[in-house]
């Protein structure tokens, strides 16, 4: 790679220099919302991010172990990030768990997903709201995938009070779709005499 192009690459992908003190070497890094991030403290939000999918599947450090073949101290590690996940241990764990990888990416590294927390949230959102058409886009035929991408192409151009009306109506075509009904609000007075027991 040339020097005009690195040049590039760092204009074009907003990097900044940063030390790497493993290899003691200076490197380029896309800074998180607070400057560039040490690896370790990605390493760390890795390692929570897989314990509570783990976690949240009720599956105990014990049971867990079994499946992943690794020594109940050595796969702790990868939880309490004292040892960096492989890219291949980390699709295994993938495979395990099914987690989402735009929650995992927005739980160790949300800057890529916006540049502020706001955006990236959205984003978020977003993506997971199409990780949700997975199972009908694995079925799909070419064709059918091909006017997905072209709907989703022509939504993206729509202002967002044409989406706003988009998302009313669909909701309005799914009778699934539960409404929460309003909380009636009270005077603060009348909550204090509803919440003194009667004497």
């Known amino acids: 790679m040339s020097n005009q192009q690195v040049k590039t690459t760092i204009e074009e992908r907003g990097l900044v220099e940063s030390f790497d003190p493993e290899t003691k070497k200076n490197i380029f890094r896309k800074p998180g919302f607070d400057g560039v991030e040490q690896f370790e403290d990605i390493d760390r939000r890795l390692g929570e991010y897989i314990r509570e999918a783990r976690v949240s599947k009720n599956l105990t450090h ?55 927390p706001e955006k ?28 997905f991408q072209d709907t989703m192409a022509a939504m993206s151009k729509l202002p967002p009070e044409a989406l706003r009306t988009m998302n009313l109506f669909f909701k309005q075509m799914n009778p699934t779709v539960e409404t929460k009904p309003k909380k009636r609000a009270y005077p603060a007075k009348r909550k204090k005499a509803e919440a003194k027991p009667e004497e």
């Open 120 to 147: 990236a949230e959205r984003m978020k959102a977003l993506y997971s709201s199409i990780e949700g058409f997975k199972d009908f886009l694995s079925d799909a035929t070419p064709e059918q995938v091909s006017e």
């Open 62 to 116: 014990e049971h867990f172990v079994e499946l992943i073949g690794l020594s109940y101290y050595v796969y702790g590690r990868y939880e309490r990030a004292r040892s960096r996940m492989t890219v291949r241990r980390l699709v295994h764990v993938w495979e395990l768990l099914g987690f989402s990888m735009i929650d995992l990416v927005y739980a160790i590294a949300p800057q890529m997903l916006g540049d502020t």
